[in-house]
């Protein structure tokens, strides 16, 4: 079975901390995504790849940072953890949006 | 401006209560519809692809339809553990990335 996987499900950071965010795929997919996820606002793209060493900022790219230096591993990257930060954050990779995502389970951040 | 908006936001059933959820696109030229299912703390599963007006796909009480400009997940006989949010998302214009709805919370109750 083909799979998304996020390092972590649960994170607690402090405040100013460096945060890294790790997803690996096994799919040999070219095309990666970071989503954050909060109650009422949706998925909100951070950034993505389309291939390694590659990377374009979303719509909410502020903040965050990203590394792609191979390509099943894409690394979303808190440069200082602030409180507005604490999400949902999900990985996602796909072949081509014409064949859908799949998702890594998520990590659960807290800055506190 | 590419947009895919879901209805309604949030729906409570009774069990065994059948009904329909919405999800409306504006992306012309459209290159396929995806349904996912997100259960709460988890990433979204998926469900379904449609890509093409008419088209139906069906699995155990869910069937997702397609027409030119929405489509419709129809929950036939919902039980308790179809309770999840359900995301549907399309293929932006500049064909690099899904655009997402912002999802319906189903709830059904015994």
């Known amino acids: 079975d083909v799979k998304v996987t996020q390092s972590s499900r649960y994170l607690v950071k402090r405040t100013g901390e460096k945060v890294f965010l790790e997803c690996v795929q096994d799919m040999d997919h070219e095309n990666m995504f970071w989503y954050r996820q909060d109650p009422g606002l949706g998925l909100r793209l951070i950034y993505f790849s389309y291939d390694v060493k590659m990377k374009e900022k979303g719509d909410i790219p502020e903040g965050y940072s990203v590394s792609r230096e191979k390509k099943e591993r894409f690394s979303l990257i808190l440069e200082s953890a602030s409180t507005n930060q604490t999400s949902m954050y999900l990985c996602?990779?796909?072949?081509?949006?014409?064949?859908?995502?799949?998702f890594g389970s998520g990590t659960r951040l807290t800055v506190v | 401006e590419d947009q895919v908006t879901q209805s309604p936001e949030a729906l409570r059933l009774q069990e065994g209560e059948s009904s329909s959820l919405n999800c409306s696109y504006t992306?012309?030229?459209?290159?396929?519809l995806f349904w996912y299912r997100q259960d709460p703390g988890k990433g979204p599963e998926f469900l379904f692809t449609?890509?093409?007006a008419g088209e139906e796909k069906e699995k155990e009480r869910l069937k997702a339809t397609l027409t030119k400009k929405e489509s419709f997940l129809h929950i036939t006989a919902p039980k308790p553990e179809d309770s999840a949010t359900y995301l549907c998302?399309?293929?932006?214009?500049?064909?690099?990335?899904?655009?997402f709805g912002a999802g319906t919370i189903l709830r059904v109750k015994s």
């Open positions: 998302a399309v293929p932006g214009r500049d064909g690099n990335k899904l655009v």
């Open positions: 992306v012309s030229g459209l290159r396929g």
């Open positions: 449609l890509y093409s």
């Open positions: 996602a990779s796909s072949s081509s949006p014409h064949m859908g995502y799949t």
